[in-house]
RNA sequence: GCGGAUGUGGUGAAAUUGGUAUACACGCCAGACUUAGGAUCUGGUGCCUCACGGCGUGGAGGUUCAAGUCCUCUCAUCCGCACCA
């Protein structure tokens, strides 16, 4: 058949359409496969990220279905956020229309690829129905105290009038306006991600089978755990009467509490209460004042880059052991929200104590030092070594006595073991418009109540001024009036909507609501959930992947799903590069989806993106390589001249086939094999579709019709997942589509009188024989002396190695 | 600095358990058909060598009858985190 895949892929696109081929079937007594890709921003238009993504996901999706798997493959459109704002403000579109025209626009890009995705289960998360849903659980939230209220340091433009998240403060300046930023204290909302962190990092132990490894260890480092003592560092009486009898003590954190005696500072961070404390009182002189006032300024970022710096605040605490006084400092390099905010120094066994104590002249005290061999006193000994001069602890592992001093601390109730993570509470408020509003209510004597569940969804105004200044939300007067929910007096809304993280942490769960116009049920999730093979780019390794297994497990305390984690197995998908970078409209490297189909079709774009790379590698786009499945194609489409249309697979007898004959049916099976292979484990899809081409390679020496057809039907099965509109078509013509089903690999094909194998003499590949499949050893053995006799003269075999159908191995000596 | 990944022909890449390295494709070369070819088909194509043969999976060692694969060290590139006490 010519090859004409414009006229094709439209007839099987519309036939899919009419005939509502890929919904779910309510049989849930069926073994069932939740196949999902991330759902995509409605940026506009497509790019090659997203056609590898679906592809993959697609292939899955297909592949699934012929095994006759009830299969789930949803999409839908992650449509709150930024860009529509920013839209909005340069060009006077409304966001709302410019994000649901987008989501048309690309709509008919992804149908134009032929993806089997389910068209009833689609939704856009800023529709009111997803609105209406989300703000159920969000209430829930609220009132089990999940989500809180409370002052948090965020990145603010005076200019704007708005929060930045810290992805959008470039050099300390705002993105847009180019304004230097300030640190703003303001009231967020925030979710406890905290309440979970163990949770979290406990049940990566059941995601390490279906996950790969760098996105665990991405997410285990994320969350940060550490162990260690924290305890209370109390100022001298002279020190306390000199902060006004305002501070007794201050907390420190440490994980290397063998190092206790080694302490010669104390260093506070530049925002600690006491600091501050200090410079409203004017305890300090002008000089440390405006030194520490500079340090403030400087942002989390920018500190990170800065040399170390500080200054002595001439206040004392008395060590917890030694009874010595210690002077304390503020220096710039202590982080505000880790731990209490200040640090034990131990300028002797710490690289960043040991820089600071240099520059100002500070005591380095050592206390451990190597099992053998000397201390380097020019720098900080940071590896485990012997204590001493460390009283009782004398002589101790530094590693193993760490346990002994904190319940020496414990002990003496001057300390305790304490457990830091690194991962703190989400804050999701956002000073925008395009974005789900928090349904709460301020009312000046009940405070801050939940709107009533029957009056959800809060929607969003239509008639808004975006401006690029300010919240929108805030400055419409009729839409923030309101009365509360619990005494019915005058009240105003919440402003603030949720970060659109929120939207993206549980969409996977509405896809299985079996009536999608209800919120999913428990039902729903028990049959459909986990996702089976969620794709997606490594860059959500740690976002989104954390923050949706967050909501897993506290949509299951709600009562809401009985689920613990979301993604059972996980496929990162490399980039799409050109000239070896990612392609990026600032480069000028991209490749438009839609010119490439008008050109080739969906079929040579989806099966050139599954060939030229395993999916988790990044892959190097190739307009020859392009040009090369489009032929592999066009040749598969006329050779299915060679197949004889039939219902059903042809009996062949395989001991009456030519040699040709039989290695083209071997080939056709070890196809169908790796097909399988992949799917359930390996995921290289490329080297499944070098396998057809083998086959058909093989196919090609022969010409026997009932191998021709026989090869179809399995081919035609095979490729389908990959290129589907082809394969319809010719299944159809040629098979009734009777093939498109599950096909039992036929073992016969493989067995052979015969093996080749190889000879080697020492190890070095030198002759190959074939022998019968039932000779013995000794036989074989024969045949190979016989072929590798040119290099076995005059030499004595010492030893004789035959791995059976592989090679024989010759061991000779002089 | 810490963590992770990758390194194989001219190129994208195969090699599933340690067992004949380079499957499949792109490119290139030659030939056929052709007025012509950037179409199609056939054959060839790791490197060195006229050949015999030798060398060859980033590099150096090691284990083994046998190493791309296992071990030790090392180099390069990419990615993530980055003063987390």
Redesign the pocket.
């Given at each position: 058949m010519q090859y004409n895949p414009q006229l094709i892929e439209k007839k099987w696109q519309n036939f899919w359409n009419d005939n509502r081929s890929f919904e779910t079937d309510s049989d849930t007594t069926k073994e069932k496969k939740y196949i999902l890709s991330m759902f995509p921003y409605p940026s506009g238009r497509i790019h090659m990220g997203h056609v590898r993504n679906y592809s993959i996901g697609d292939a899955f999706a297909r592949y699934y279905r012929q095994n006759n798997y009830n299969v789930l493959h949803p999409i839908g459109w992650d449509s709150f956020g930024m860009p529509a704002e920013n839209a909005a403000i340069k060009n006077k579109v409304h966001p709302k229309k410019w994000t649901y025209e987008n989501i048309a626009y690309m709509e008919k890009e992804l149908g134009s690829l032929g993806f089997s995705f389910s068209q009833e289960r689609k939704f856009a998360t800023s529709d009111e129905l997803y609105t209406k849903f989300e703000q159920e659980f969000l209430i829930d939230m609220f009132d089990k105290g999940i989500m809180y209220r409370k002052k948090g340091h965020l990145n603010w433009c005076p200019n704007d009038l708005t929060v930045l998240a810290n992805e959008q403060v470039i050099d300390g300046k705002c993105w847009r306006c180019d304004t230097e930023i300030v640190q703003k204290e303001m009231f967020q909302y925030y979710l406890k991600i905290s309440d979970y962190t163990q949770e979290l990092l406990d049940d990566l132990e059941q995601l390490k089978e279906g996950w790969?490894?760098?996105v665990i260890?991405?997410q285990e480092?994320?969350i940060?755990k550490?162990t260690?003592?924290e305890f209370d560092l109390h100022f001298s009486d002279e020190s306390k009467a000199k902060l006004k009898n305002e501070f007794e003590s201050f907390d420190?954190?440490?994980?290397?509490p063998d190092?206790i005696y080694g302490v010669t500072y104390s260093?506070l961070?530049p925002e600690h209460p006491i600091v501050n404390h200090m410079l409203k009182e004017n305890l300090l002189d002008d000089d440390s004042a405006t030194k520490i006032k500079a340090m403030q300024r400087v942002g989390?970022?920018d500190?990170?880059?800065?040399?170390?710096?500080g200054v002595a605040l001439n206040i004392e605490v008395i060590h917890p052991l030694t009874g010595k006084s210690i002077p304390v400092w503020v220096?710039?390099?202590?982080?505000?929200?880790?731990?209490?905010?200040?640090?034990?120094?131990?300028p002797a066994h710490?690289?960043?104590?040991f820089?600071?104590a240099t520059k100002y002249n500070l005591d380095i005290k050592a206390v451990i030092k190597p099992k053998d061999g000397e201390l380097d006193s020019s720098k900080a000994y940071t590896e485990v070594g012997v204590l001493f001069d460390s009283e009782e602890f004398n002589g101790e592992n530094s590693a193993t006595v760490r346990q002994k001093i904190m319940d020496h601390f414990e002990a003496k109730e001057i300390g305790k073991k304490v457990i830091?993570f690194?991962l703190k509470d989400w804050g999701i408020s956002r000073q925008r418009y395009w974005g789900a509003p928090l349904p709460l209510i301020h009312c000046d004597s009940c405070g801050i109540v939940p709107e009533k569940k029957e009056n959800l969804p809060v929607g969003l105004p239509d008639d808004v001024v975006i401006d690029g200044e300010g919240n929108p939300l805030e400055k419409h007067e009729s839409w923030k009036k309101c009365k509360c929910s619990k005494c019915g007096a005058d009240a105003t809304r919440e402003t603030d909507t949720v970060d659109t993280f929120i939207q993206s942490s549980w969409y996977f769960l509405q896809y299985v609501a079996s009536n999608p116009k209800k919120v999913f049920t428990k039902e729903d999730v028990a049959y459909w959930m986990g996702v089976d093979h969620y794709v997606g780019g490594?860059?959500h390794?740690?976002l989104h992947l954390l923050y949706s297994r967050f909501f897993t497990k506290v949509l299951r305390d709600l009562g809401y799903v009985d689920l613990d984690e979301p993604f059972k197995k996980l496929l990162t998908q490399?980039m799409v590069l050109k000239d070896g970078s990612k392609m990026s409209k600032s480069k000028g490297n991209t490749v438009d989806p839609d010119s490439l189909i008008e050109k080739y079709g969906a079929d040579t774009a989806r099966m050139f993106i599954l060939?030229?790379?395993?999916p988790t590698?990044?892959?190097?786009w190739?307009d020859?390589?392009v040009?090369?499945?489009?032929?592999?194609l066009?040749?598969f489409s006329?050779k299915s001249e060679n197949a004889v249309a039939q219902e059903t697979l042809p009996k062949i007898d395989h001991s009456a086939l030519s040699k040709d004959e039989k290695f083209a049916r071997k080939k056709v099976y070890?196809a169908l094999?790796?097909s399988n292979?992949v799917f359930s484990e390996?995921y290289?899809f490329?080297?499944m579709?070098?396998?057809?081409?083998?086959a058909?390679?093989a196919l090609?020496?022969q010409s026997n019709s009932d191998v021709w057809s026989e090869g179809y039907w399995v081919l035609l099965s095979v490729m389908e997942p990959i290129a589907p509109h082809l394969c319809w078509e010719l299944s159809e013509n040629l098979f009734k589509r009777n093939n498109l089903s599950k096909i039992e690999v036929l073992e016969e094909v493989f067995s052979a009188d015969s093996?080749?194998?190889?000879?080697?003499i020492?190890?070095?590949?030198r002759a190959?024989i074939e022998v019968g499949v039932n000779d013995d050893k000794e036989t074989i053995l024969a045949i190979a002396k016989e072929a590798g006799s040119?290099?076995l003269e005059n030499k004595e075999i010492?030893?004789e190695?035959v791995?059976p159908?592989?090679?024989v191995?010759?061991?000779v000596k002089g």
């Amino acid at each position: 058949m010519q090859y004409n895949p414009q006229l094709i892929e439209k007839k099987w696109q519309n036939f899919w359409n009419d005939n509502r081929s890929f919904e779910t079937d309510s049989d849930t007594t069926k073994e069932k496969k939740y196949i999902l890709s991330m759902f995509p921003y409605p940026s506009g238009r497509i790019h090659m990220g997203h056609v590898r993504n679906y592809s993959i996901g697609d292939a899955f999706a297909r592949y699934y279905r012929q095994n006759n798997y009830n299969v789930l493959h949803p999409i839908g459109w992650d449509s709150f956020g930024m860009p529509a704002e920013n839209a909005a403000i340069k060009n006077k579109v409304h966001p709302k229309k410019w994000t649901y025209e987008n989501i048309a626009y690309m709509e008919k890009e992804l149908g134009s690829l032929g993806f089997s995705f389910s068209q009833e289960r689609k939704f856009a998360t800023s529709d009111e129905l997803y609105t209406k849903f989300e703000q159920e659980f969000l209430i829930d939230m609220f009132d089990k105290g999940i989500m809180y209220r409370k002052k948090g340091h965020l990145n603010w433009c005076p200019n704007d009038l708005t929060v930045l998240a810290n992805e959008q403060v470039i050099d300390g300046k705002c993105w847009r306006c180019d304004t230097e930023i300030v640190q703003k204290e303001m009231f967020q909302y925030y979710l406890k991600i905290s309440d979970y962190t163990q949770e979290l990092l406990d049940d990566l132990e059941q995601l390490k089978e279906g996950w790969p490894s760098q996105v665990i260890t991405m997410q285990e480092n994320w969350i940060g755990k550490s162990t260690g003592l924290e305890f209370d560092l109390h100022f001298s009486d002279e020190s306390k009467a000199k902060l006004k009898n305002e501070f007794e003590s201050f907390d420190v954190f440490t994980t290397r509490p063998d190092t206790i005696y080694g302490v010669t500072y104390s260093a506070l961070a530049p925002e600690h209460p006491i600091v501050n404390h200090m410079l409203k009182e004017n305890l300090l002189d002008d000089d440390s004042a405006t030194k520490i006032k500079a340090m403030q300024r400087v942002g989390a970022r920018d500190r990170a880059q800065a040399e170390k710096e500080g200054v002595a605040l001439n206040i004392e605490v008395i060590h917890p052991l030694t009874g010595k006084s210690i002077p304390v400092w503020v220096a710039n390099f202590v982080l505000t929200d880790y731990g209490s905010g200040a640090v034990m120094a131990v300028p002797a066994h710490d690289d960043r104590d040991f820089d600071f104590a240099t520059k100002y002249n500070l005591d380095i005290k050592a206390v451990i030092k190597p099992k053998d061999g000397e201390l380097d006193s020019s720098k900080a000994y940071t590896e485990v070594g012997v204590l001493f001069d460390s009283e009782e602890f004398n002589g101790e592992n530094s590693a193993t006595v760490r346990q002994k001093i904190m319940d020496h601390f414990e002990a003496k109730e001057i300390g305790k073991k304490v457990i830091n993570f690194r991962l703190k509470d989400w804050g999701i408020s956002r000073q925008r418009y395009w974005g789900a509003p928090l349904p709460l209510i301020h009312c000046d004597s009940c405070g801050i109540v939940p709107e009533k569940k029957e009056n959800l969804p809060v929607g969003l105004p239509d008639d808004v001024v975006i401006d690029g200044e300010g919240n929108p939300l805030e400055k419409h007067e009729s839409w923030k009036k309101c009365k509360c929910s619990k005494c019915g007096a005058d009240a105003t809304r919440e402003t603030d909507t949720v970060d659109t993280f929120i939207q993206s942490s549980w969409y996977f769960l509405q896809y299985v609501a079996s009536n999608p116009k209800k919120v999913f049920t428990k039902e729903d999730v028990a049959y459909w959930m986990g996702v089976d093979h969620y794709v997606g780019g490594i860059e959500h390794a740690i976002l989104h992947l954390l923050y949706s297994r967050f909501f897993t497990k506290v949509l299951r305390d709600l009562g809401y799903v009985d689920l613990d984690e979301p993604f059972k197995k996980l496929l990162t998908q490399g980039m799409v590069l050109k000239d070896g970078s990612k392609m990026s409209k600032s480069k000028g490297n991209t490749v438009d989806p839609d010119s490439l189909i008008e050109k080739y079709g969906a079929d040579t774009a989806r099966m050139f993106i599954l060939f030229a790379a395993p999916p988790t590698q990044e892959l190097e786009w190739n307009d020859q390589g392009v040009e090369g499945s489009y032929k592999f194609l066009r040749r598969f489409s006329e050779k299915s001249e060679n197949a004889v249309a039939q219902e059903t697979l042809p009996k062949i007898d395989h001991s009456a086939l030519s040699k040709d004959e039989k290695f083209a049916r071997k080939k056709v099976y070890e196809a169908l094999q790796r097909s399988n292979e992949v799917f359930s484990e390996r995921y290289t899809f490329n080297t499944m579709i070098a396998g057809v081409m083998e086959a058909m390679n093989a196919l090609n020496t022969q010409s026997n019709s009932d191998v021709w057809s026989e090869g179809y039907w399995v081919l035609l099965s095979v490729m389908e997942p990959i290129a589907p509109h082809l394969c319809w078509e010719l299944s159809e013509n040629l098979f009734k589509r009777n093939n498109l089903s599950k096909i039992e690999v036929l073992e016969e094909v493989f067995s052979a009188d015969s093996v080749a194998m190889g000879v080697s003499i020492n190890g070095k590949a030198r002759a190959q024989i074939e022998v019968g499949v039932n000779d013995d050893k000794e036989t074989i053995l024969a045949i190979a002396k016989e072929a590798g006799s040119k290099w076995l003269e005059n030499k004595e075999i010492i030893k004789e190695i035959v791995v059976p159908n592989k090679l024989v191995n010759f061991v000779v000596k002089g």
